[in-house]
């Protein structure tokens, strides 16, 4: 067994692009509107893509385009080869997709193969065909307990809150079988035992690949598969959350939640590797929300997934201590099975981390949850001044990092909606009780003062109203302007391909850390972070950037603050 340092040095050699990129999740449907009709689309992308390359990025996850009603912003897919008409047409992306190519700009797409839309001709047909037939053999169709089949299969309960089971009329109008939907009723779960599901998705995934995409990212790849006879889950809570799991073995946290990260679910992985191999130079990213990161490897070995998000480094305490822990688990768990690490701060699932760094910790809400409008209001100032030197500690290691959109801009979470505005089935599922995610999916402003939503597009009209407060982040503003966020972000992609950071030679250099800093050197450079409360000496060496332009004290770094120093 090699050494935790050999690990650490040996790790990220490899040429391969999704080892070392930096990848920009674009939530269409906010990033930039064409048409003018509120909702992002892919004109409105196209048309603004020179504005990532300047940025520096390599590549651009878009979260799902396809065709959909959109009960869950666009996880629900009607059909999984068509673009969304609210999007665009198909050959809308094989433009953004040859601007992307010339810019040098790789695209990524979302699989979502755990579930379907119920408007999808697949469980359309399954209603149709009854119970027992092989078209309901697509999904998990039961029959009820209780003397009617008036009780739910089992206990299982939606990650949006509520029962996992909805019960269907038959075509004869009586009450008939329940399906099982770990997510919204609009989401009924596939069901992998079925070989046909394989094989469907196998072609789907060539579809794109023959369009020139060069990855997937999944959507729920712990999950695909359910433990045979689906049993009674043993620990769960309201919300259905993993988290209790990472304290158990995980024999028994196969069994206590029986739809999370089941043997089985490696087998369709195994099978998905194989499609993607059959073409050059792609790669998979993982959405596994496993904990510990010894059984989140597990997705990522050798004939598995290339990658996958890293959501504990993501939910870390804002501390030296835990936050050396788990880059150090990072680098050394997934580079046991040969895989290189992820990092990432945001993304449309959670609290923007310029305004989530700005909570205290004990009220901070759980991911997926939102700040509700009676929660503490969040240190904004505070949150935002750690949220970039969160992002420049991360985009100094090696491996690959995911930005999400908005968040070069400095973007604070939008929490301040009013419900009526409120679109994620999380918060009518659960009556308000938890407010779900939109504050973090709200339009991005791209032009102070250019229509009510910021240039966002011209005619002001936002599917989600941004807060007053998105003005002073337009990218316009901010743009050229030193110290601004988005030249922050600028200089460290910048610097980070300069000296070839995301492949580099990593190690803690003790020699520069107390009590309250971190600092690791990577390829000559010193990536030193105070966590505060006071001011420390700035080490010698050139000052390659800064999180604290504008407040720099000559000679030191201050409290929350990050510098790179070429030694
Ligand atoms: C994870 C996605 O990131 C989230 O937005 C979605 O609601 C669920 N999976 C269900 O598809």
């Not at 673009?83 to 433009?95: A, C, M, R, Y």
């Not at 329940?178 to 035992?193: A, R, T």
């Not at 990658?307 to 804002?318: E, G, I, L, T």
Request: negative net charge; hydrophobic residues 35%; contains cysteine.
């Amino acid at each position: 067994m090699p050494s935790t340092n050999e690990f650490l040095t040996a790790f990220n050699k490899d040429a391969e692009w999704w080892r070392t990129s930096v990848i920009y999740q674009i939530y269409p449907r906010s990033f930039a509107d064409g048409d003018g009709d509120g909702l992002g689309d892919l004109q409105g992308i196209t048309s603004r893509l020179d504005s990532l390359a300047s940025l520096g990025i390599d590549a651009i996850w878009f979260s799902p385009f396809f065709k959909s009603p959109q009960k869950d912003a666009g996880y629900d897919i009607s059909d999984y080869r068509q673009i969304d008409p609210i999007f665009g047409t198909n050959e809308d992306f094989d433009v953004l997709i040859a601007k992307a190519k010339s810019l040098g700009i790789r695209i990524i797409v979302d699989i979502v193969p755990n579930h379907t839309s119920d408007q999808h001709e697949w469980f359309q047909v399954a209603l149709a065909a009854g119970k027992g037939s092989a078209e309901r053999d697509y999904y998990h169709f039961k029959d009820g307990k209780g003397e009617n089949g008036e009780l739910p299969p089992n206990n299982w309960q939606s990650i949006f809150g509520g029962p996992a089971w909805s019960r269907i009329t038959e075509a004869d109008g009586t009450l008939g079988q329940w399906y099982l939907h770990l997510f919204d009723s609009s989401q009924p779960d596939l069901n992998w035992e079925n070989p046909k599901i394989a094989d469907e998705f196998d072609e789907i995934l060539r579809f794109w690949l023959k369009k020139g995409v060069d990855g997937y990212r999944v959507d729920v790849a712990h999950g695909m598969v359910k433990r045979a006879g689906l049993p009674d889950a043993t620990i769960y809570d309201e919300n259905l959350r993993e988290k209790p799991i990472s304290n158990l073995t995980m024999a028994e946290a196969e069994l206590a939640v029986p739809y999370w990260g089941q043997p089985g679910v490696h087998d369709a992985i195994r099978r998905f590797r194989k499609v993607i191999d059959e073409f050059d130079d792609r790669a998979m990213c993982a959405e596994a929300s496993m904990s510990p990161l010894p059984r989140l490897a597990m997705w990522v070995r050798p004939d598995e997934y290339h990658q996958s998000f890293n959501f504990d480094y993501m939910h870390s305490a804002y501390e030296p201590a835990a936050l050396k822990k788990i880059i150090t688990d990072s680098i050394v768990e997934y580079g046991k099975v040969g895989a290189s690490s992820t990092w990432v701060m945001s993304n449309h699932d959670g609290i923007r981390h310029a305004t989530r760094l700005g909570i205290a910790p004990e009220n901070t809400p759980r991911p997926g949850d939102g700040i509700h409008p009676t929660d503490p209001v969040p240190d904004e100032a505070l949150g935002l001044r750690r949220a970039r030197a969160a992002t420049a500690f991360m985009l100094g290691l090696p491996g690959s990092s995911y930005l999400y959109q908005g968040e070069e801009l400095g973007l604070p979470e939008a929490w301040q909606l009013e419900g009526k505005y409120r679109q994620d089935p999380t918060y009518a599922r659960t009556k308000g009780k938890r407010i779900g995610r939109d504050g973090c999916r709200v339009p991005l402003p791209w032009e102070a003062g250019v229509g009510a939503a910021n240039g966002f597009n011209t005619t002001g009209n936002s599917w989600l109203p941004q807060p007053d407060n998105y003005r002073v982040f337009s990218r316009n503003l901010q743009e050229g302007v030193a110290g601004s966020t988005l030249e922050l972000y600028k200089r460290l992609l910048k610097e980070r391909k300069a000296f070839q950071l995301g492949a580099g030679a990593f190690r803690w250099a003790d020699e520069y850390q107390d009590k309250n800093t971190l600092a690791y050197v990577n390829n000559d450079v010193l990536v030193l972070f105070n966590f505060g409360p006071d001011a420390v000496v700035l080490p010698a060496g050139e000052v390659l950037v800064t999180t604290q332009h504008d407040l720099l004290v000559e000679g030191e770094l201050e409290h929350d603050q990050v510098v790179w120093i070429k030694l």
